[in-house]
């Protein structure tokens, strides 16, 4: 990959973070819930269902390593973490560049519109699963 190529996403990135002020358009949440079956094998975003990985429900303003009867890695519970958008972005995008050393075996998704659309989904998920 050329230069120019890798620093085009990241700029589109940051276009979509200050354009859309992070206003989930209906469409980007369709089509984040179609991005969600990257994590699907993994989560749920029903209340209390842990998977292999926690249960996304809600996920929006809660604080990391907080979901009941899930075994977090220390890393994970080490973080601090409030997730936001910002601090979902940066997690999905990068797991092990956000939190080193957790347990999430996720490589990480390269497409910022993938991720402001995943983003979009577990809000309006989080939402209606309270
Ligand atoms: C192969 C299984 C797997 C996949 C795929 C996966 N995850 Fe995870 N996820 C985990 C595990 C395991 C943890 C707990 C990590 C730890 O404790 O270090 C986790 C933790 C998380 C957390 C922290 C939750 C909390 O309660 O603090 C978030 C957010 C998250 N994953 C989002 C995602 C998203 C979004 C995707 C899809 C892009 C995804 N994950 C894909 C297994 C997975």
Redesign the pocket.
């Known amino acids: 990959m050329t230069r120019e190529k890798k620093a085009f996403p990241q700029l589109l990135a940051t276009a979509l973070l200050m354009l859309a002020g992070w206003q989930a358009a209906a469409q980007d949440v369709k089509r984040g819930e179609k991005v969600f079956a990257?994590?699907r094998?993994?989560?749920t975003i029903d209340p209390g269902a842990n998977n292999?990985?926690?249960s996304?429900a809600g996920?929006i303003g809660?604080k990391?390593?907080?979901?009941d009867g899930f075994r977090?890695?220390p890393?994970?519970k080490r973080s601090g973490i409030i997730?936001d958008k910002d601090t979902?972005a940066a997690?999905?995008a990068d797991p092990q560049k956000a939190v080193p050393a957790?347990?999430?075996?996720?490589a990480g998704?390269p497409e910022p519109k993938d991720v402001a659309d995943?983003i979009a989904y577990?809000t309006q998920a989080g939402v209606s699963a309270k």
Do not use: E, K, Q
Request: proline share 6%; aromatic share 12%.
């Open positions: 990257d994590c094998a993994c989560h292999i990985g926690p996304l996920i809660r990391a390593a907080t979901v977090y890695s890393a994970m997730w979902l997690f999905i957790n347990r999430m075996p996720y998704m995943l577990l």
